[in-house]
């Protein structure tokens, strides 16, 4: 592992056990054992740093995902069970998240890579699970950016309300509403 990653895994505990709010890289250096020179050497800046910390979090989703997909499990249940682990760390990520994504809204440079994870990372992984439900790819590509929108949005109303039961029955009731292939 290297300087880079073995900071990244720590900073995911960190923020995973304590939160974001407006902790200055100093205290987030501090609290990981390193200084904060260190952490703008490999991450460019405290943003820098959350991206990487967001991507990192998402890469785990998506292979998380993946591993259910994989597993030959019904993909509509894959997917509830893939949501109850997302929404699982949602008032711990969610903010963060959003506010990430609202940088790479406004075309901020530490954000580029966020952007396009946002744009395309989710595709592939599941696109193969509308695929694995017997959808032809084309429609499984609309299925997805419903999905997404349904998921993202999902996690919005818990991150702002904390009604992590609605968003439970809203996000069954969509994976009922989504046709089977006959």
Do not use: C
Not at 146 to 159: N, P
Not at 167 to 174: C, G, H, I, P
Request: no cysteine.
């Amino acid at each position: 592992m290297t300087a880079r990653e073995d900071l990244l895994a720590r900073a995911v505990e960190w923020f995973t056990e304590n939160g974001i709010g407006d902790t200055s890289l100093r205290s987030i250096a501090s609290a990981l054992g390193t200084s904060h020179r260190m952490l703008i050497y490999h991450f460019g800046s405290r943003e820098g740093l959350l991206t990487a910390v967001v991507e990192q979090v998402e890469q785990r989703e998506r292979d998380l995902l993946t591993q259910l997909v994989a597993a030959g499990a019904d993909p509509y249940d894959a997917g509830l069970r893939f949501w109850v682990q997302v929404a699982d760390t949602a008032s711990t990520f969610a903010p963060l998240y959003f506010e990430l994504s609202g940088h790479a809204m406004q075309g901020r440079s530490h954000a580029g890579q966020l952007r396009d994870w946002l744009a395309e990372g989710w595709t592939s992984a599941l696109t193969e699970l509308f695929v694995a439900a017997g959808h032809p790819p084309d429609r499984a590509a609309d299925l997805v950016r419903m999905s997404l929108a349904m998921a993202r949005g999902l996690l919005f109303e818990v991150a702002i309300t904390g009604d992590r039961k609605a968003a439970d029955r809203a996000m069954t009731e969509f994976v009922d509403l989504l046709p089977r292939p006959s």
